[in-house]
């Protein structure tokens, strides 16, 4: 097995970014969610109730800050536009603990379950793709571990998957039949929430070992 894909985030909700490498640290992938939408009430505003913002596209450029279609993050057209999704008063805000991931720092797919289902990896929104996988084999992954060099990743659990697997990541048209599948043949679960037990640095191509 190898890694086929590695994807970061940089702002939760939003398209994120393949890359060919990046540092893994203890709460994920380094980078990864960093930017939070915020609504008037404190409380975070997610693709899952406001599923444009997963047109809008977020990257790292060189400097490694995270800009928004191409802005700085925090520019005052971002801000508009984010409300213009998310409603007034909605803000952006950098963020870098914990509480920033829904259930563990990684999500990790496979290419086996991903041809399975027959549907756009990216609906998933993995940050690491394991190639070379048989069909379902991710299933019973769950309590091992996997290694990657130096690196140690703990699969917890199958990720229970929700309406944003829905929306197709180019055009957002809406397409029910994908969850529907995904409950109907899988009990609504597909990829796995990951833990980090050892740090380091991973690459596209690197030697991925079932424990």
Same mark, same amino acid.
């Given at each position: ?41 404190? !409380?975070?505003?997610?693709? !899952? ?163």
């Amino acid at each position: 097995m190898y890694i086929k894909e590695i994807w970061r985030y940089p702002a939760k909700s939003m398209a994120g970014e393949r890359i060919a490498e990046s540092q893994v640290t203890p709460l994920g992938l380094a980078h990864d969610r960093q930017i939070l939408v915020v609504g008037p009430n404190g !409380r975070l505003v997610t693709a !899952r109730t406001h599923h444009k913002l997963l047109g809008l596209r977020a990257k790292l450029n060189a400097q490694n800050e995270v800009e928004i279609n191409g802005l700085p993050w925090n520019a005052p057209a971002i801000r508009e536009l984010v409300q213009s999704i998310a409603g007034p008063g909605a803000q952006l805000t950098h963020y870098t603990g914990p509480e920033r991931f829904d259930i563990l720092p990684l999500l990790v797919a496979t290419d086996g379950a991903i041809g399975h289902m027959s549907i756009d990896s990216r609906r998933l929104r993995p940050n690491i793709i394991i190639g070379g996988v048989e069909d379902l084999a991710e299933r019973q992954w769950p309590g091992r571990r996997l290694k990657i060099g130096n690196v140690i990743l703990a699969p917890a659990q199958l990720r229970g998957r929700c309406v944003m697997t829905t929306y197709d990541p180019d055009t957002l048209v809406q397409d029910r039949r994908v969850l529907q599948n995904i409950v109907r043949e899988l009990d609504g679960t597909m990829a796995l929430d990951t833990a980090v037990e050892s740090p380091g640095l991973i690459r596209e191509g690197d030697e991925v070992t079932l424990l």
